[in-house]
Nanobody, 115 residues
């Protein structure tokens, strides 16, 4: 069983930044991709960003140019740097991996952006 633990959430004002981290209890060198999802109140969970083994990130349109995903396999950790936060970025953020056909989610971490 793989455990994913998120950290770095919180309450910020619009325009500020947060950096989320997700650490896995297993090696991540072979995991591709590594992802962040979010779920806003009353909305479905959506894919925010993912990163492949080469370090290439993909983003939902609403966060392009503001969010950056990165990974550090030596620490079994991936990150989501969120700049220029907006109230519509508010939600619970989840990290996610698919490891050899088994999917794992973190417990989620709250990000709240006030206007």
């Amino acid at each position: 069983q793989v455990q994913l633990v998120e950290s770095g959430g919180g309450l910020v004002q619009a325009g500020e930044s947060l950096k989320l981290s997700c650490t896995a209890s297993t090696t991540t060198y072979s995991i591709n991709p590594m992802s962040w999802y979010r779920q806003a109140p009353g909305k479905e969970r959506e894919l925010v960003a993912s990163i492949d083994s080469s370090g290439t990130g993909n983003y939902v349109d609403s966060v392009k140019g503001r969010f950056t995903i990165s990974r550090d396999n030596a620490k079994s950790t991936w990150y989501l740097q969120m700049n220029g936060l907006k109230p519509e970025d508010t939600g619970v953020y989840y990290c996610y991996i698919d490891r050899f056909g088994s999917v794992y989610w973190g417990r989620g971490i709250q990000v709240t952006v006030s206007s």
